[in-house]
């Protein structure tokens, strides 16, 4: 059974910073793509980050210099590192495990950013 479960969500003020965690468990994880995609009220899921199995990343704009994903293969885990964070960051936030038409998710974590 694959489990991908999302933690280190939570109230942040702006400016602030939060790690986000997402331990797999099922999957082969070395050979997946991870990625982080969030989903704020009334908007579409957009993927904030993904890392590849090379270890390559690639962000959305928005947060380009303020995030960092990263991979820990032998813990079954990848991170998102926020930091400088704004209200519009506020948004349930998703893992994601994608290899080959194969895509899982987590159940998510919200994440608020407000003074």
């Known amino acids: 059974q694959v489990q991908l479960v999302e933690s280190g969500g939570g109230l942040v003020q702006p400016g602030g910073s939060l790690r986000l965690s997402c331990a797999a468990s099922?999957?082969?994880?070395?050979?997946?793509?991870m990625g982080w995609y969030r989903q704020a009220p009334e908007k579409q899921r957009e993927l904030v980050a993904h890392?590849?199995?090379?270890?390559?990343?690639n962000y959305l704009d928005s947060v380009n210099g303020r995030f960092t994903i990263s991979r820990d293969n032998a813990k079954n885990t990848v991170y998102l590192q926020m930091n400088t964070m704004k209200p519009e960051d506020t948004a349930v936030y998703y893992c994601?495990?994608?290899?080959?038409?194969?895509?899982?998710w987590g159940q998510g974590t919200q994440v608020t950013v407000s003074s």
């Open positions: 994601n495990a994608k290899d080959w038409g194969t895509e899982y």
């Open positions: 099922g999957i082969r994880f070395s050979w997946y793509i």
């Open positions: 890392i590849s199995r090379d270890y390559s990343t």
